[in-house]
């Protein structure tokens, strides 16, 4: 597991407490591994509930039909760097 930068414990934090996960914290994503399936578990539920804190939080709004919301969901560090990359 490579540690996470500064921003992806910040975006980690979010979704553990978005989605309150009990049985991980922040700092047990890796942030390489995957986000859905069989990496973190997540699923087409969490990806909405995930998306509305995303944009509550940075103004960065990830909508279904984009062509490239798997790869940036694909893990916390793509994730991240999507938001940071896209926050106004």
Known sequence: MRPQ????????????????????????IDPDDALFGEGLGLDSIDALELALAISQKYSVQLKADDANVQEVFGSLGSLSAYVAENAP
Request: a negative charge; aromatic letters at 4%.
């Open 5 to 28: 930068s500064e921003f992806e414990q910040e975006v980690a934090q979010l979704i553990v407490e978005s989605l309150n996960l009990e049985d991980i914290g922040a700092p047990d």
